[in-house]
């Protein structure tokens, strides 16, 4: 057993990959807000691609948070020289490979260290996943400055406890000394994301400093993304995981999926690393990819979470091999998904959702039903209710997408169809079971919710879609109701 370390790479190059650059020419290039597993397994991935390729070593990346896990994160790296390891998984094939674009993470809360590092004039880029859920909009995707978080920065912007607080910190030293602005660089799974990154750094500064918000506005680029690579959550299962197949101690090591997929504008304040040499794909308007990405994949996840979980199901891999859940996937997909998603460049959608089919059903990745139901709140009014909403402006029937919105209803009443409790993560489950328990004799009590269900709630048919789906489900159960669904008799 070879504990990960700078020290140990050459025992550990035995079982996986290791850099073939020196870790100690790096020098950083990027603050990263936001050190979890889907970033050390996708942005630094491919840093570590193009590093690997000797090229751009003065882009490395700096860490940095500002909630307790990114605390307990910065622990775990630092202890191992803030390598990790990284195991992507195929149905044929499982490799690891250990990355090192990551240099340090800062410590979180401390916001003057923070802020000094985002005024070094060596960092060009600041980038973020930070989930969808941190970027403090509503179901119309519009930044919130009552946010008594936001509000609080804007009271005290030279003590900010926010990552846009600590943002606009920044930038606002920056343009003091005469160094130009960085560029600020969304990750998230969010439409439009660098549009809300802006509107989020933005309204920010506005509380406090008006010229500096225009000036923000003015002279810093907020590129649009998507992002994609299915990464679960890192448990004790992975460390130990490691441990028996490469002999790597890792505090904690990445699983992930092959594939990965990363579209980005080419829109840069003050240059970057040459990524298109490792597969990002540079564009001019990033919207049909996002739009594909969001509705297809992501709204699939959210589809699949809710029945598969009431009918008490684990992992991913096993709703998909479940011939009612993947049917009930394929056909709201082929209905009502993918025929309002616009053209994309190059690309066949069809093909897209059945490249999409054979990553959910990847048994290796142990991806789980309840980090695709956790958040909903956050996930439904960005995965789902826009497909909803475009269907019905075009005059088009939203029985499956009504169906989402009735086993999400459902399953916040708070028990699977046998009976079993259901243990909630999501920022507004009170609320939401609250409601769920009253719309088994109300079904719109859960519909009274503007900042989720937003204009979709309004319309007559959704409503009686939504009302019948869920009177169903609780007269039928799950199962019954899917096969209807499937047989075309949900609708009455």
């Known amino acids: 057993m070879t504990k990960l370390s700078l020290a140990t790479l050459k025992d550990v190059s035995a079982t996986a990959t290791i850099p073939a650059y020196d870790r100690s020419k790096l020098s950083a290039g990027i603050v990263h807000f936001g050190v979890g597993n889907f970033h050390r397994a996708h942005q630094a991935i491919y840093l570590d691609d193009l590093f690997n390729l000797g090229q751009d070593h003065d882009w490395a990346i700096i860490g940095a948070g500002v909630l307790p896990s990114d605390a307990a994160m910065r622990e775990k790296l630092a202890a191992q020289d803030f390598l990790t390891t990284i195991v992507e998984q195929d149905n044929n094939k499982t490799a690891a490979r250990v990355t090192a674009p990551m240099i340090d993470i800062l410590p979180p809360g401390d916001a003057k260290a923070i802020i000094a590092k985002l005024a070094d004039p060596s960092i060009r880029i600041v980038s973020l996943t930070i989930t969808e859920g941190g970027y403090f909009i509503d179901a119309s995707g519009k930044f919130n400055p009552a946010h008594p978080a936001i509000a609080a920065d804007g009271k005290n912007p030279d003590e900010p406890k926010t990552v846009f607080g600590l943002i606009v910190a920044g930038l606002k030293a920056r343009r003091d000394k005469g160094v130009a602005p960085f560029t600020v660089m969304s990750c998230d799974n969010i439409p439009h994301n660098g549009v809300v990154t802006t509107n989020a750094v933005v309204g920010t500064a506005r509380l406090s400093d008006p010229d500096l918000a225009d000036w923000i506005k003015a002279n810093v680029a907020f590129p649009n993304a998507m992002v994609d690579r299915i990464t679960p959550a890192t448990g004790q299962r992975e460390i130990d995981l490691l441990k028996d197949a490469f002999k790597i101690e890792d505090n904690w090591p990445v699983y992930c999926e092959e594939f990965k997929q990363w579209v980005l504008e080419d829109k840069f304040t003050l240059g970057r690393p040459a990524l298109e040499k490792v597969g990002v794909t540079f564009v001019p308007d990033v919207t049909p990819y996002e739009h594909m990405k969001i509705r297809i994949l992501n709204g699939g996840h959210a589809a699949i979470a809710y029945p598969a979980a009431l009918m008490d199901i684990h992992f991913v891999h096993d709703s998909m091999e479940d011939p009612l859940i993947r049917a009930f ?127 979709v709630a309004k319309s007559d048919l959704f409503r009686k879609r939504f009302a019948d789906a869920l009177q169903t489900l609780w007269e039928k159960g799950t199962r019954a109701t899917l096969q209807l669904y499937l047989d075309g008799k949900l609708a009455k």
């Open 329 to 455: 996937l394929a056909k709201l997909e082929n209905d009502e998904i993918i025929p309002i998603v616009p053209p994309v460049p190059n690309t066949s959608l069809t093909d897209y959702f059945a490249l999409i089919e054979h990553r959910l059903l990847n048994p290796k990745i142990a991806d789980t039903i309840p980090r695709l139901a956790q958040d909903g709140s956050n996930r439904q009014p960005k995965f789902i209710l826009p497909s909803t909403l475009d269907n019905l402006r075009q005059g088009r029937d939203i029985v499956g997408l009504a169906l989402v919105s009735a086993l999400w209803c459902r399953y916040f009443e708070g028990t699977t169809d046998s009976g079993q409790k259901i243990v909630f993560n999501d920022a507004s489950a009170d609320r939401l079971h609250e409601a769920a328990v009253k719309a088994k004799d109300d079904p719109m009590a859960f519909l009274v919710f503007e900042d989720i269900f937003g204009e």
